[in-house]
């Protein structure tokens, strides 16, 4: 599969470590960083996405967004997805019969006037709305309170993933996506308000056991999924 992120916020979220870990499944482990787990909430708008090969007038146009813990499978670094949503319904048949993404339709609002962004994603039962509001500015840097030393530290471990796990421990299988993309340009905005129901009670996440740690924003990335391998859970 191919597409475009035209546009692309990732909220990155500190877990409480114990948390995290109770809902990856084995072998699965959180990829800790000061003794915390890490999730990002990757919001995006993804343009004409398609099988390869196909004409990209025929690609889906739509907003998505995806719940993805930073994991360790054995030596490997990568990313599981907990849950996705988007304001699709054909990418929602799609992606839940064809990918291990959790989809489920949602609407999802995105404006600004140049001064802020505004993201609003409203879900069928309330637990995973979204209600984010950022400044237009680059801080030029990481907030004073993040767990990272600086950008380039945040970016290694939060951006620079390149596989997607997903685990069937009953059947003892491992299915692995590689991913591959052109490099992200990425810009620091300011948060002006935060609420993410997932990660705050109403989802699988404890209220306080998921603290903001920084948005990062990119634009214009290419990306391609390579086909899914299948291997055997070792260990």
């Known amino acids: 599969m191919t597409t475009v992120f ?22 699965l482990e959180p990829d800790l960083r000061a003794g915390r787990g890490w999730l990002s909430v990757v919001i995006a708008d993804l343009q004409r996405m398609r099988p390869a090969g196909i004409p990209v007038t025929l690609g889906l146009s739509y907003r998505q967004v995806v719940y993805r813990a930073v994991v360790r499978c054995g030596s490997s670094r990568g990313v599981y997805s907990l849950r996705s949503d988007a304001d699709s319904r054909f990418m929602n048949a799609g992606g839940n019969l064809l990918s291990f993404f959790r989809f489920h339709h949602a609407a999802v609002i995105w404006e600004g006037n140049g001064d802020h962004q505004r993201i609003a994603v409203r879900t069928r039962d309330g637990s995973a709305d979204i209600d984010l509001i950022l ?8 907030p004073r309170d993040s767990s990272f030393a600086g950008l380039p530290d945040a970016r290694r471990h939060l951006v ?8 069937r421990p009953e059947q003892n299988l491992l299915d692995v996506v590689r991913i591959s993309r052109a490099d992200w340009v990425i810009t620091v905005p300011p948060v002006r308000g935060a609420r993410c129901g997932f990660l705050d009670g109403r989802g699988p996440f404890p209220a306080g056991s998921a603290r903001l740690d920084s948005v990062f924003e990119a634009r214009d990335v290419p990306y391609y999924w390579h086909r899914l391998r299948v291997q055997k859970i070792t260990g």
């Open 135 to 142: 400044g237009a500015d680059d801080r030029g840097g990481l």
């Open 6 to 27: 035209r546009r692309c916020l990732l909220v990155n979220y500190s877990v409480a470590a114990d948390v995290l870990a109770a809902v990856l499944p084995a072998p």
């Open 160 to 167: 620079e993933l390149f596989t997607a796990y997903h685990p």
